[in-house]
Structures are given as structure tokens and as C-alpha cells.
T-cell receptor
Framework: EPEVTQTPSHQVTQMGQEVILRCVPISNHLYFYWYRQILGQKVEFLVSFYNNEISEKSEIFDDQFSVERPDGSNFTLKIRSTKLEDSAMYFC?????????????FGNGTRLTVT | RKEVEQDPGPFNVPEGATVAFNCTYS??????FFWYRQDCRKEPKLLMSVYSSGNEDGRFTAQLNRASQYISLLIRDSKLSDSATYLC??????????FGKGTRLSVIA
């Protein structure tokens, strides 16, 4: 079964550094998403992306965040200057053309630790 | 604030037990409802969609009450492998999924 893959599985960075989280969505999917989950908290929507542009973003997704689909297969989330409170699990997801909602296929996540 | 509320648990039940989880949502415009399962430090995985008439998938039964804005999940004959966190997820139109915080289930031998 096709999968969404994310790299790295764990990223440790110092406060103020830039990080790029990478995702390879399922190949025929057209809608892409980033969610995050702070330890012990709920899964929160960050941003959705379609047709090479952001279609929706949450209030969490401020100017420190950006997304890109640089080469038609990768989908990246960049945090420009990380803060301690950015420590979380970041999940990428994608979905098929007909359905912007589920079934969303989630990647196995990148655990970001900001020290 | 539009949210999805769940009893956090944990629910500790013996193998073979029947257990029910409840969820309420505040956005009356919500149209699509789902239960996801999340194992510790893993990604959420779709367990089942919830339809207006209620639906069943093996040992799992989901119910929706739109008037009360209430969703339930019933697990019959619990297995050790059912131990996980169960996430209630709601969507209004084409807006992003809104997740509840989850209910933790531990099935004990």
C-alpha cells in the first residue's frame, strides 16, 4: 500500500535555528497538509496546500513557517527560527483529488525537539 | 471556540469487555465525522467514518446524533491490540479536520 514518508524521524535543533521537515506524499494525491501534535495534546492543523499554493492555514502557521513543493514529489515545512514551543510531532498528510477530507493518509511523523 | 471534546480516560478494561467512547462537537455546521486510532508516538490512522444512520465494522460500531452533536464509538470483545488512543475527528464542509484530544484505552489481559 502506498505510504506518505517523512524524514527525518527525529530532529534536534537549537532555539533560533532553521529546520526543514520533509515529506513525500502519495504520488497521485493532490492535496497536502501539515499537522502538529505537542506531547500530550491534540493533533492541530497547520496548513493545507493545493495546486502549488497554500489553500488554508491556521493561526499557528505564522510568518516563521513556510511550505514548498520544490520538485513535484517532496513537500517541505520550514520553520525559520525555531522556538522551544515548536517542539512537537509534525505529521504530513495527503489526500486524493476527490476528497479533501479523509481518508487522509498521514506520514509517520517527524519529532522535532528544540533545545 | 469550535472544538471537539472527548473524555480523556484512560479506560482500563479486561479482554473481551465492551467499551464505549463519547465525543461532542460544538460546530453545528460539521458534516463529516470520523474515528481515528493513534498508537503511542505514531501517526493517526483512520478507523472508520461515521454515517448518519450509524455504521458497523466488525467489532466497532459508530453512532452519530446530529441534534445533540454527539458521536460514539463502541468496541465489542476488546482485544489487547485495541489498546490505543481513539481520536474523534470532525469536518465542516471543506475545512480542515478538527481533532479531539483523544480517549486512551488500555485492554488488560
Amino acid at each position: 500500500e502506498p505510504e506518505v514518508t517523512q524524514t527525518p524521524s527525529h530532529q534536534v535543533t537549537q532555539m533560533g535555528q532553521e529546520v526543514i521537515l520533509r515529506c513525500v506524499p502519495i504520488s497521485n494525491h493532490l492535496y497536502f497538509y501539515w499537522y502538529r501534535q505537542i506531547l500530550g495534546q491534540k493533533v492541530e492543523f497547520l496548513v493545507s496546500f493545493y495546486n502549488n499554493e497554500i489553500s488554508e492555514k491556521s493561526e499557528i502557521f505564522d510568518d516563521q513557517f513556510s511550505v514548498e513543493r520544490p520538485d513535484g514529489s517532496n513537500f517541505t515545512l520550514k520553520i525559520r527560527s525555531t522556538k522551544l514551543e515548536d517542539s512537537a510531532m509534525y505529521f504530513c498528510a495527503s489526500s486524493e483529488p476527490r476528497d479533501r477530507g479523509p481518508p487522509l493518509h498521514f506520514g509517520n511523523g517527524t519529532r522535532l525537539t528544540v533545545t | 471556540r469550535k472544538e471537539v471534546e472527548q473524555d480523556p480516560g484512560p479506560f482500563n478494561v479486561p479482554e473481551g469487555a465492551t467499551v464505549a467512547f463519547n465525543c461532542t462537537y460544538s460546530n453545528s455546521a460539521s458534516q463529516s465525522f470520523f474515528w481515528y486510532r493513534q498508537d503511542c508516538r505514531k501517526e493517526p490512522k483512520l478507523l472508520m467514518s461515521v454515517y448518519s444512520s450509524g455504521n458497523e465494522d466488525g467489532r466497532f460500531t459508530a453512532q452519530l446524533n446530529r441534534a445533540s452533536q454527539y458521536i460514539s464509538l463502541l468496541i465489542r470483545d476488546s482485544k489487547l491490540s485495541d489498546s490505543a488512543t481513539y481520536l474523534c475527528v470532525v469536518m465542516a464542509g471543506n475545512t480542515p479536520l478538527v481533532f479531539g484530544k483523544g480517549t486512551r484505552l488500555s485492554v488488560i489481559a
